[in-house]
T-cell receptor, first 112, second 117 residues
Framework: SQQGEEDPQALSIQEGENATMNCSYKTSINNLQWYRQNSGRGLVHLIL?????REKHSGRLRVTLDTSKKSSSLLITASRAADTASYFCATDAGRPASKLTFGTGTRLQVTL | DTGVSQNPRHKITKRGQNVTFRCDPI?????LYWYRQTLGQGPEFLTY????????KSRLLSDRFSAERPKGSFSTLEIQRTEQGDSAMYLCASSLDPYRTPAYGYTFGSGTRLTVV
């Protein structure tokens, strides 16, 4: 079952603009991760934020986490055509399995 | 190691046939996970191994599914008597033990796309 939902389901922007995706989840977490998936391919890990962290940066990525609202957001700044992909948030509930529960994803289209 | 390798990339099979997929994880990773992803959805957890031990199986994993990881290296996922509902992308991922190293996420393979006709 999916842990939560992502919003929007689809997003179309022009190169150079910022893209913001939101993720909501339902249960307590150990950490939350964001992944990118190009069409028909596997997932690539982008960034991980622990439950005791509120914000994290990695290059053009900025992730926030609000555990009181059970929500997270991913901001991609100065987007490029190569950022076109589906983006998934995934929650890790911790021990023992540390398995990930994924959201439904946001399809990002970046046009020239 | 160049990452997680999955074979085959694509598999088309007739309903009722058995299929087997292979996953070669990053060699130093002791955890291996299988996920299933249907079109337009996020991946769903199937099962995971810590070394050679299979420690958890999802309710999604019916009796027709079996997974192994002999000697804690590569893993296989077998589906017996395939059904059209089994059509999906099957993803394998590996990681170090997240409770002994700083958590940094999984490394996924490119997946095996199964089509049951």
């Amino acid at each position: 079952s999916q842990q939560g939902e992502e919003d929007p389901q689809a997003l179309s922007i022009q190169e150079g603009e910022n893209a913001t995706m939101n993720c909501s989840y339902k249960t307590s977490i150990n950490n939350l991760q964001w992944y990118r998936q190009n069409s028909g391919r596997g997932l690539v890990h982008l960034i991980l934020i622990r439950s005791n962290e509120r914000e994290k940066h990695s290059g053009r990525l900025r992730v926030t986490l609000d555990t009181s609202k059970k929500s997270s957001s991913l901001l991609i700044t100065a987007s490029r055509a190569a950022d076109t992909a589906s983006y998934f948030c995934a929650t890790d509930a911790g021990r023992p399995a540390s398995k990930l529960t994924f959201g439904t994803g946001t399809r990002l289209q970046v046009t020239l | 190691d160049t990452g997680v390798s999955q074979n085959p990339r694509h598999k088309i099979t007739k309903r009722g046939q058995n299929v087997t997929f292979r996953c070669d994880p990053i060699s130093e990773h002791n955890r291996l996970y299988w996920y299933r992803q249907t079109l337009g959805q996020g991946p769903e957890f199937l099962t995971y191994f810590q070394n050679e031990a299979q420690l958890e199986k999802s309710r999604l994993l019916s009796d027709r599914f079996s997974a192994e990881r002999p000697k804690g290296s590569f893993s296989t996922l077998e589906i017996q008597r395939t059904e059209q509902g089994d059509s999906a992308m099957y993803l394998c991922a590996s990681s170090l033990d997240p409770y002994r190293t700083p958590a940094y996420g999984y490394t996924f393979g490119s997946g095996t796309r199964l089509t049951v006709v």
